[in-house]
């Protein structure tokens, strides 16, 4: 059977093209559409993430929201209140009056639920009252015989028949018996702290004098009861006319206030009692109207008649630890009243006129103003979850339901140095979380991106010379033989896992480098220079003497010098060590130079991170510098051009888009390392350049935390800002090196 021959140009001939041109025409359309929609993805994807970060960080920027709930009209209003407050359900309210009788409400049903009234000998009334911390729910009673009794208020919480019953209660910390002050006559203008083995009072007797009395327990071994021991000491310096008396709840400091000063007593030690401070709180804008501790009761907070509030709280001094005004607050109504949280450093301002303002103080937020009908305001007092807010205001108590999820958060406290109590001055810290209950988060990020850019910055200087110069060596002057074991030996390091060069990095590196610190210093300096002056060498020998080395292998004879050197650097280190440090080069630049030494510090991240940077800004350099055409060099040399004057003037200005492209590839993969920084650093946010010291870069802080923190709380969020801060680096990076990259291009795409 004869085979049928297709004639070019016949119809079948044509039917055949025609076939092969569609399917080939289907299958480019096909692999556009794919292209563009697996592009489109990508874009699609990122732009998720981007408003997926937003979304979670929106909240901690938004303000608190104050809406009222209830009020309530309470008995007895010829009576002044003394304190209010709520129950952690806001569902009971509260009324403490002067005389000491306390009325519960029920915020449901505006109704009184219950009330105490304390049980006074005959013929004894209550010459004074006084509120301690306002966490602890506690006041005190003093009495016109001298006496005094310690009341809390509580709340117990059942569930018969599977319904919530809170019932409120008082008791008694120290027994219904009043303890005696004084052998008789009155007890005036009251302030009090307690704890379970100590308890201190401050008043005026008759004649003004003001008397501190404390009251130390002991447990008796025996009845197992708390056997308290009293002591007295007499404050004979003391302003006699006070405005306003407030003590520490460590029972350290007595704080009287008359006038526009503040006298400041050490009570620590009844026999050493001293006169601390005299702070004067004159404001040319008004005169003082109130006073309050702050949560923490380190920060006294003083609202003047103008509609200032000014915070103080003790610096380090040359007198020793002194106060001082901080920050403060402007543009407020005048306040009526004055409460603050009782764990946070929030605090509330009621004016005559109902302007209620709520402010936090570290983050100098003013998160709510708005006024409302609060005629004649006078005691406020927020619920134990801060999240309820009691004004006491025309003989009626006021419920007002209080959104204030992240009030730390600001874009000061974010990014500016922030004043916190007990630091010496402004700075810029993050430290999330505390081992103690007495701890306000401190959430700044500037120290985690400029550890973000410092470990980038450590790596890029290791790594960029190194890579740069391998990869031009590599693609222009080794030879092919060669090149094909090299290259692929460094591309596959890029498969290491991080996790092993950081292990590596921070138990076997950083001692090594810890102790043989002048070594390493040494090796910085002798490699570079050996390896030129073996390259010199190499170029003043004999042609005889080269020939005998195979030209393809003659890179290979820097093996030796390499390894030589680096073991006689080490080999020398512990003479340097003793002949110029001392014995001791940890300690010499310690103690000598006043630069701190942590084992795992930025040298240390350097080195590990550059090794992981190398073979990504190697490999694209390598291919762009062997990618450029070989008539542009050929041509170069033919016109007489030396190997390094084409190099530097031809080869590496066609390359330098691809150049770019691997260098700025590299600092993204540095910026977004966190395994490496996570193990071979101290992770303290710290902001030092120095090279001996760590850093806390924001992949790592967020590798670290993001695990213990509560879903939804202001370290939450924030983490999730860190992480849209460390997108934005990398996008604005990446933008960068895209756009020098496309002008690079342009520029030398004519060579």
């Given at each position: 059977?004869?085979?049928?021959?297709?004639q070019?140009?016949?119809?079948t001939?044509?039917?055949?093209?025609g076939?092969?041109?569609?399917?080939?025409?289907v299958?480019?359309?096909?692999?556009?559409?794919?292209v563009t929609?697996g592009g489109?993805l990508?874009?699609?994807?990122?732009?998720?993430?981007?408003?997926?970060?937003?979304?979670?960080?929106?909240?901690?920027?938004?303000?608190a929201d104050?809406?009222?709930?209830t009020?309530?009209?309470?008995?007895?209003?010829?009576?002044?209140?003394?304190?209010?407050g709520s129950?952690?359900?806001?569902?009971v309210?509260?009324r403490?009056?002067?005389?000491?009788?306390?009325?519960f409400?029920s915020?449901?049903?505006?109704q009184r639920v219950?009330?105490?009234?304390?049980?006074?000998?005959?013929g004894?009334?209550?010459?004074?009252?006084a509120?301690?911390a306002?966490?602890?729910?506690r006041?005190?009673?003093?009495?016109?015989?001298?006496?005094?009794?310690i009341?809390?208020?509580?709340?117990?919480?059942t569930?018969?028949?599977?319904?919530?019953l809170?019932?409120p209660?008082?008791r008694?910390?120290?027994g219904?018996t009043?303890l005696?002050l004084?052998?008789?006559?009155a007890?005036?203008?009251?302030?009090?702290a307690?704890?379970?083995?100590?308890?201190?009072?401050?008043?005026?007797?008759?004649?003004?004098?003001?008397?501190?009395?404390?009251?130390?327990?002991?447990?008796n071994?025996?009845?197992?009861e708390?056997?308290?021991?009293?002591?007295n000491?007499?404050?004979g310096?003391a302003p006699?006319k006070?405005?306003?008396?407030?003590?520490?709840?460590d029972?350290?400091?007595?704080?009287?206030?008359?006038?526009?000063?503040?006298?400041?007593?050490?009570i620590?030690y009844?026999?050493?009692?001293?006169?601390l401070q005299?702070?004067?709180v004159e404001?040319?804008?008004?005169?003082?109207?109130?006073?309050?501790?702050?949560?923490?009761a380190?920060?006294i907070l003083?609202?003047?008649?103008s509609g200032?509030?000014?915070?103080?709280?003790q610096?380090?001094?040359?007198?020793?630890?002194?106060?001082q005004e901080i920050?403060?607050?402007?543009?407020?109504?005048?306040?009526a009243?004055?409460?603050?949280?009782?764990?946070?450093?929030?605090?509330?301002?009621?004016s005559a006129e109902?302007?209620?303002?709520?402010l936090?103080t570290?983050?100098?937020?003013q998160?709510?103003d708005?006024t409302?009908?609060?005629?004649?305001p006078g005691?406020?007092?927020?619920?134990?979850?801060s999240n309820?807010l009691?004004?006491?205001?025309d003989?009626?108590?006021?419920l007002?339901k209080?959104?204030?999820?992240?009030?730390e958060?600001?874009w000061s406290?974010?990014?500016?140095?922030?004043w916190?109590?007990?630091?010496p001055?402004?700075e810029?810290?993050?430290?999330s979380?505390s081992?103690?209950?007495?701890?306000?988060?401190?959430?700044?990020?500037?120290?985690?991106?400029?550890?973000?850019?410092?470990?980038a910055?450590?790596?890029?200087?290791?790594?960029?010379?190194?890579?740069?110069?391998?990869?031009?060596y590599t693609?222009?002057f080794?030879?092919?033989?060669?090149?094909?074991?090299v290259?692929?030996?460094?591309e596959i390091?890029?498969?290491?896992?991080?996790?092993i060069?950081g292990?590596?990095?921070?138990?076997?590196?950083?001692?090594l480098?810890?102790d043989?610190?002048?070594?390493?210093?040494?090796?910085?300096?002798?490699?570079?220079?050996?390896?030129?002056?073996?390259a010199?060498?190499?170029?003043?020998?004999p042609?005889?003497w080269?020939?005998?080395?195979p030209?393809v292998?003659q890179?290979l004879m820097?093996?030796?010098v390499?390894?030589?050197v680096g073991?006689?650097s080490?080999?020398?280190?512990?003479?340097?060590?003793?002949?110029?440090?001392?014995?001791?080069?940890?300690?010499?630049?310690?103690?000598?130079?006043?630069i701190t030494?942590d084992?795992?510090?930025?040298l240390v991240?350097?080195?590990a991170?550059?090794f992981?940077?190398?073979?990504?800004?190697?490999?694209?350099?390598?291919?762009?510098?062997?990618?450029?055409?070989?008539?542009?060099s050929?041509?170069?040399?033919?016109?007489?051009?030396?190997?390094w004057?084409?190099?530097?003037?031809?080869?590496?200005?066609?390359?330098s888009?691809g150049?770019?492209s691997a260098?700025?590839?590299?600092?993204?993969?540095a910026?977004?390392?966190t395994m490496?920084?996570?193990?071979?650093?101290?992770?303290?946010?710290?902001?030092?350049?120095?090279?001996?010291?760590?850093m806390?870069?924001l992949?790592a802080?967020i590798a670290v935390?993001?695990p213990?923190?509560?879903?939804?709380?202001?370290?939450?969020?924030?983490?999730?800002l860190?992480?849209?801060?460390?997108?934005i680096?990398t996008?604005f990076?990446n933008?960068i090196a895209?756009?020098?990259r496309q002008?690079?291009?342009?520029r030398y795409?004519s060579?």
């Amino acid at each position: 059977m004869e085979s049928q021959v297709i004639q070019p140009g016949s119809a079948t001939h044509k039917l055949l093209i025609g076939g092969r041109t569609n399917r080939r025409a289907v299958k480019d359309k096909a692999a556009q559409i794919g292209v563009t929609i697996g592009g489109t993805l990508v874009f699609v994807a990122l732009l998720l993430i981007f408003f997926y970060l937003l979304y979670v960080i929106k909240p901690i920027f938004d303000g608190a929201d104050v809406t009222p709930v209830t009020n309530v009209s309470y008995q007895n209003a010829d009576i002044p209140t003394l304190m209010v407050g709520s129950d952690e359900q806001n569902e009971v309210l509260y009324r403490v009056a002067r005389n000491g009788q306390v009325d519960f409400y029920s915020a449901l049903n505006q109704q009184r639920v219950d009330s105490f009234k304390p049980e006074l000998a005959a013929g004894v009334t209550v010459s004074s009252s006084a509120v301690s911390a306002p966490s602890e729910q506690r006041f005190a009673l003093g009495l016109s015989n001298g006496q005094v009794l310690i009341t809390d208020i509580a709340f117990g919480l059942t569930y018969p028949d599977n319904k919530r019953l809170i019932t409120p209660e008082l008791r008694y910390p120290v027994g219904k018996t009043p303890l005696a002050l004084t052998d008789g006559g009155a007890i005036h203008n009251l302030v009090f702290a307690f704890s379970s083995d100590k308890m201190s009072f401050a008043f005026q007797d008759d004649n003004g004098t003001w008397q501190v009395n404390r009251f130390e327990g002991e447990e008796n071994m025996m009845t197992e009861e708390v056997e308290w021991q009293p002591a007295n000491v007499t404050l004979g310096d003391a302003p006699i006319k006070v405005a306003h008396q407030l003590m520490t709840p460590d029972q350290r400091q007595l704080i009287l206030q008359t006038g526009n000063k503040i006298y400041i007593y050490d009570i620590r030690y009844l026999d050493d009692v001293s006169l601390l401070q005299v702070l004067d709180v004159e404001s040319a804008n008004g005169k003082v109207s109130n006073i309050s501790l702050l949560a923490g009761a380190s920060s006294i907070l003083v609202a003047y008649d103008s509609g200032k509030v000014a915070q103080y709280f003790q610096v380090n001094s040359d007198k020793g630890r002194l106060y001082q005004e901080i920050r403060e607050f402007d543009d407020l109504a005048p306040s009526a009243a004055l409460a603050s949280e009782f764990y946070r450093k929030s605090f509330a301002t009621v004016s005559a006129e109902g302007e209620l303002s709520l402010l936090y103080t570290t983050s100098q937020r003013q998160l709510f103003d708005e006024t409302f009908d609060l005629k004649n305001p006078g005691v406020m007092g927020f619920s134990p979850r801060s999240n309820g807010l009691v004004v006491e205001a025309d003989h009626k108590l006021h419920l007002f339901k209080v959104a204030n999820e992240h009030p730390e958060v600001s874009w000061s406290a974010l990014w500016d140095k922030v004043w916190y109590e007990g630091y010496p001055e402004p700075e810029y810290v993050w430290q999330s979380t505390s081992g103690s209950d007495d701890f306000e988060a401190k959430l700044s990020l500037m120290p985690l991106a400029f550890g973000t850019m410092k470990a980038a910055f450590y790596a890029m200087l290791f790594a960029v010379p190194l890579a740069l110069a391998g990869a031009i060596y590599t693609a222009y002057f080794m030879s092919p033989k060669v090149r094909g074991i090299v290259k692929p030996t460094i591309e596959i390091m890029e498969a290491l896992p991080t996790v092993i060069l950081g292990f590596l990095a921070g138990l076997w590196l950083a001692p090594l480098i810890e102790d043989h610190l002048p070594g390493i210093m040494i090796l910085l300096v002798l490699l570079p220079v050996s390896i030129l002056l073996s390259a010199f060498t190499w170029s003043k020998l004999p042609g005889r003497w080269k020939q005998r080395l195979p030209e393809v292998y003659q890179e290979l004879m820097l093996i030796p010098v390499i390894c030589f050197v680096g073991w006689a650097s080490f080999a020398i280190s512990p003479m340097i060590e003793i002949a110029l440090f001392g014995g001791d080069t940890r300690q010499f630049i310690t103690n000598q130079l006043g630069i701190t030494f942590d084992q795992r510090n930025a040298l240390v991240v350097g080195i590990a991170m550059g090794f992981a940077v190398i073979p990504t800004i190697f490999s694209i350099a390598e291919d762009a510098i062997f990618s450029v055409p070989r008539h542009l060099s050929n041509g170069s040399l033919a016109l007489g051009a030396t190997p390094w004057q084409t190099l530097t003037r031809v080869v590496l200005l066609t390359a330098s888009p691809g150049i770019f492209s691997a260098v700025m590839m590299g600092l993204g993969r540095a910026v977004g390392e966190t395994m490496i920084v996570l193990m071979a650093t101290g992770n303290t946010a710290i902001m030092e350049w120095s090279v001996f010291q760590g850093m806390r870069t924001l992949a790592a802080n967020i590798a670290v935390e993001m695990p213990e923190s509560a879903i939804g709380s202001s370290h939450y969020r924030v983490l999730f800002l860190a992480a849209f801060v460390l997108f934005i680096f990398t996008f604005f990076f990446n933008t960068i090196a895209e756009v020098v990259r496309q002008r690079l291009r342009e520029r030398y795409s004519s060579l």
